[in-house]
Antibody, heavy 124, light 113 residues
Framework: EVQLLESGGGLVQPGGSLRLSCVGS?????????????MTWVRQAPGRGLEWVSI????????AYADSVKGRFIISRENSRNTVHLRMDSLRAEDTALYYC????????????WGQGTMVTVSS | DIVMTQSPDSLAVSLGERATINCQSS????????????LAWYQQKPGQPPKLLIY???TRDFGVPDRFSGSGSGTEFTLTIDSLQAEDVAVYYC?????????FGQGTKLEIK
């Protein structure tokens, strides 16, 4: 069973930086290796809905971002460690949210496995 | 960017009755070469991450009860929950994954009447 575990959240002052990580387990080899899967970050502000943040292709060559984070956040991955990162700079109060890591299904393209999330609070 | 709009924002349905949630996209999410709609539905219960219910607008994910069904094409979609159970209380989201940013609807909160 594939599982995802996020870490790296915490309290940071406005203008500060954080790096989130998401480690995947249960991936096998060949067609089901971690490197074959696009990975996504989705966030949820307290009491609010889901907001898509960023995606990275399996190889790491292709990335995309929500307009709200473009130029401030960078997504990357280390396939040798089954890990995806989200580097967040110039943080603002409105970035306060629970950040989920999710795996994109090879079959359908939908997000079929989600982590439990890591909380980021931006406050002075 | 594609904007996803759900209706209603909240819904109260009696146990055993049908719940219907609508989702509209500002552009078509039908991928013509495969004739598949790149539209998913997720269920989020309090304190839990979202769970994939339906992809390609109408295909249930593994283990999802058949009382959940999805329909629609192009820009108009519906999630139907037949014979509502107490454990179906949750917030439901649609999401398009046709193009980035892969936007979500604002969510529909489903409660028991």
């Amino acid at each position: 069973e594939v599982q995802l575990l996020e870490s790296g959240g915490g309290l940071v002052q406005p203008g500060g930086s954080l790096r989130l990580s998401c480690v995947g387990s249960g991936f096998t080899s060949g067609n089901y290796a971690f490197t074959n899967y696009a990975m996504t970050w989705v966030r949820q502000a307290p009491g609010r809905g889901l907001e898509w943040v960023s995606i990275i292709s399996g190889s790491g060559a292709d990335t995309a971002y929500a307009d709200s984070v473009k130029g401030r956040f960078i997504i990357s991955r280390e396939n040798s460690r089954n890990t995806v990162h989200l580097r967040m700079d110039s943080l603002r109060a409105e970035d306060t949210a629970l950040y989920y890591c999710a795996k994109r299904s090879l079959h359908s393209g939908a997000l079929d496995v989600w982590g439990q999330g890591t909380m980021v609070t931006v406050s002075s | 960017d594609i904007v996803m709009t759900q209706s209603p924002d909240s819904l109260a349905v009696s146990l055993g009755e049908r719940a219907t949630i609508n989702c509209q996209s500002s552009q078509s999410v039908l991928y013509s070469p495969s004739n598949k709609n790149y539209l998913a539905w997720y269920q989020q219960k309090p304190g839990q991450p979202p769970k994939l219910l339906i992809y390609w607008a109408s295909t249930r994910d593994f283990g999802v009860p058949d009382r959940f069904s999805g329909s629609g094409s192009g820009t108009e979609f519906t999630l139907t929950i037949d014979s509502l159970q107490a454990e179906d209380v949750a917030v439901y989201y649609c999401q398009q994954y046709y193009s980035t940013p892969c936007s979500f609807g604002q969510g529909t909160k489903l409660e028991i009447k």
